[in-house]
């Protein structure tokens, strides 16, 4: 029976198990052998990222092919407007080719945890916060579509990944859960 760990990535630190600094990898939180990311969320990202031990489950959950959808969380910096969502629902033209259409839509500001170090706050510059959905995982997709329309990732948390969710997951631990 393959393990399944449902793990909080906090920002800063690394979806591997080995670095420069080993207390920004996974090794400082995730103790269990033998089990390997499913999937990567960059280092200055937060939130819900899968492990396991089982290389079918690795494919079916990572694989370009499979189109996972995958959730996100993002502040942007200005109030985001309805060209912009539309944008992204429609696409949005990056350096490497266009992306597919997302599920997009401006939300109220989610019951997170602190972020360590804060977000950089500007007096005269307002935030706002989307829901983005995506089934795609090109580098650092999700920024780089804000920054495409004019607003620009201030924070990026992942809440979802197919039917596995974050919930109640705080920063830096993890749920395990077993596979047939």
């Known amino acids: ?7 909080n990535k906090p920002f800063g630190v690394l979806s591997q198990f080995s670095g420069d600094d080993p207390d920004k990898t996974l090794a400082s939180f995730i103790k ?12 200055d990202s937060e939130g819900l990222l899968l ?13 370009p092919d499979r189109k996972m959808m995958k959730t996100y969380w993002v502040q942007v910096e200005g109030s985001i407007d309805e060209d912009a969502i539309n944008l992204l629902r429609c696409g949005v ?20 945890w602190p972020r360590n170090p804060p977000v950089r706050v500007r007096k005269n510059i307002p935030t706002s916060w989307i829901e983005l959905c995506i089934a795609e995982g090109k580098n650092r997709q999700v920024r780089r579509m804000t920054a495409a329309t004019g607003f620009p990732t201030l924070r990026l948390v992942r809440q979802q990944i197919g ?17 047939d």
């Open 1 to 7: 029976m393959a393990q399944l760990i449902l793990f």
């Open 93 to 112: 033209l990056l350096k490497d080719g266009m992306t597919k259409p997302a599920l997009a839509k401006e939300i109220k500001q989610p019951p997170l």
């Open 51 to 63: 492990l396991t031990d089982s290389g079918k489950v690795q494919h079916t959950i990572s694989h």
């Open 163 to 179: 039917q596995w969710k974050l919930d109640d997951l705080k920063p830096g631990m993890m749920r395990l859960v077993s596979m």
């Open 32 to 43: 269990i052998k033998d089990v390997y990311p499913a999937g990567r969320l960059d280092k």
